[in-house]
Nanobody, 123 residues
Framework: QVRLAESGGGSVQAGGSLRLSCVASGDDYSPACMAWFRQALGKGREGVAAIDRYGATTYADFVKRRFTISREYGENTMYLQMNSLKPEDTDMYFC?????????????????RGQGTQVTVSS
């Protein structure tokens, strides 16, 4: 069983930056796909960015040129560098892992997720 643990959330002003981390552990398993999603109370879940084991990335349009996803394969760790944050980026961010050949931003393609880390951006 893979366990995912996120960290790095916090409160920043608009225009600021945060770096989220996600560590996957357990079962000596390196996920084919890892991704970031976000969801707030009363809102739908949104895919933010995904990365496969070869480094190929996919981004949601609303974060392109602002967020960067990356992985450290030996550590099974994934990051999300978030720059130029906006108040509408305020959400609970969580990571997910899966074993599909193509990494999408559809949560149905992922096997497990972490508890999440809160990001709050004030204007």
């Amino acid at each position: 069983q893979v366990r995912l643990a996120e960290s790095g959330g916090g409160s920043v002003q608009a225009g600021g930056s945060l770096r989220l981390s996600c560590v996957a552990s357990g079962d000596d398993y390196s996920p084919a796909c890892m991704a970031w999603f976000r969801q707030a109370l009363g809102k739908g879940r949104e895919g933010v960015a995904a990365i496969d084991r070869y480094g190929a990335t996919t981004y949601a349009d609303f974060v392109k040129r602002r967020f960067t996803i990356s992985r450290e394969y030996g550590e099974n760790t994934m990051y999300l560098q978030m720059n130029s944050l906006k108040p509408e980026d305020t959400d609970m961010y969580f990571c997910a892992e899966g074993d599909r050949a193509i990494c999408t931003l559809d949560m149905d393609n992922y096997n497990s997720r972490g508890q999440g880390t809160q990001v709050t951006v004030s204007s």
